[in-house]
């Protein structure tokens, strides 16, 4: 079980979360961590970068959801770039797709919230 998580400036107000390798019950901590310390500083506007993550639980895509509330109680907003499919057809089975932006690279993620 292991995670990477960095965190850097994006354009604007705009912040990117990069994850790597298993989000599940034992990582999500990490995850929650490192999202709640962005909107605790009054960083609102998040880009979760989950290119090079391998798999996600319930747990994870909770402490993503979890993220997403806190944000949108400032006016804020998550975008996620996924483009490995097996991550992308977990969104779309739980419907999710209909919460979170899903986009290709950091790039349009971080126009849409702009």
Do not use: W
């Amino acid at each position: 079980m292991d995670i990477k998580v960095t965190v850097h400036e994006g354009r604007g107000d705009v912040y990117v979360v990069e994850l790597g390798g298993e989000i599940d019950v034992y990582t999500s901590p990490q995850v929650r961590d490192a999202i709640g310390e962005l909107i605790d500083r009054g960083i609102y506007n998040l880009v979760i970068n989950l290119e090079h993550v391998r798999y996600i639980d319930s747990t994870g895509l909770g402490v993503l959801i979890g993220g997403l509330k806190r944000v949108r109680e400032h006016g804020g907003s998550v975008n996620l770039v996924c483009t490995n499919p097996q991550i992308r057809k977990i969104f779309d089975i739980t419907g999710l797709v209909k919460i979170f932006g899903i986009f290709e690279d950091d790039d349009a993620a971080m126009k849409a919230l702009v």
